[in-house]
Antibody
């Protein structure tokens, strides 16, 4: 059974850097084709894809946020970390991590429950 | 950048058929995927590769594709299907994108 859980601060100040950790079980991020992605959702708004890291350390970022995002993985710890610099109140959102299956297609089949991040001074 | 366009809302009565469209603004179109999200919950995959249904998803959920438009169809809508629905795809560079979401209201 695949599970993912997001963790990190619930409150950050403007201009600070946000660091979120996705801890997962039930799969290995060293398996060919597998990936872990991050998606966020501001209150009352749509889902927004942020970043994805593949088993081979290939990384993809949202073009609009690429300069602020870094995604890394620690395969031995079953963790994926997302950092977002220069946080702003508009970055207030629920942040989800999700599993991309090994099939050669672009979708997430299992999601974490999400973690809420508020940006405020 | 690649964009997916959905209608903001769709309303149907119980037992009727709901159709939610998602239009891509560029070719070639990759496969599309659909997620259901109920209030306070994480999204759930309901359709992948345009028309495939994951295990555990009711048969009343189906997907189709025509040109640069994909459609999620829910036949015999039930009250429990009331939710937000998002389409998602990717462009040729591997950048993923979500549509703006459609709120399905069961009257």
């Amino acid at each position: 059974q695949i599970t993912l859980k997001e963790s990190g601060p619930t409150l950050v100040k403007p201009t600070q850097t946000l660091t979120l950790t996705c801890t997962f079980s039930g799969f290995s991020l060293s398996t060919s084709g597998v990936g872990v992605g991050w998606i966020r959702q501001p209150p009352g708004k749509a889902l927004e894809w942020l970043a994805l890291i593949y088993w081979n350390d290939d990384k993809r970022y949202s073009p609009s946020l690429k300069s602020r995002l870094t995604i890394t993985k620690d395969t031995s710890k079953n963790q994926v970390v997302l950092t977002m610099t220069n946080m702003d109140p508009v970055d207030t959102a629920t942040y989800y991590c999700a599993h991309k299956p090994r099939a050669p297609f672009y979708y997430m089949d299992v999601w974490g429950k999400g973690t809420t991040v508020t940006v405020s001074s | 950048s690649y964009e997916l366009t959905q209608p903001p809302s769709v309303s149907v009565s119980p037992g009727q058929t709901a159709r939610i469209t998602c239009s891509a603004d560029a070719l070639p179109k990759q496969y599309a995927y659909w997620y259901q999200q109920k209030p306070g919950q994480a999204p759930v995959l309901v359709i992948y590769k345009d028309s495939e249904r994951p295990s555990g998803i009711p048969e009343r959920f189906s997907g189709s594709s025509s040109g640069t438009t994909v459609t999620l169809t829910i036949s015999g809508v039930q009250a429990e299907d009331e939710a937000d629905y998002y389409c998602q795809s990717a462009d040729s560079s591997g950048t993923w994108v979500f549509g703006g979401g459609t709120k399905l209201t069961v009257l």
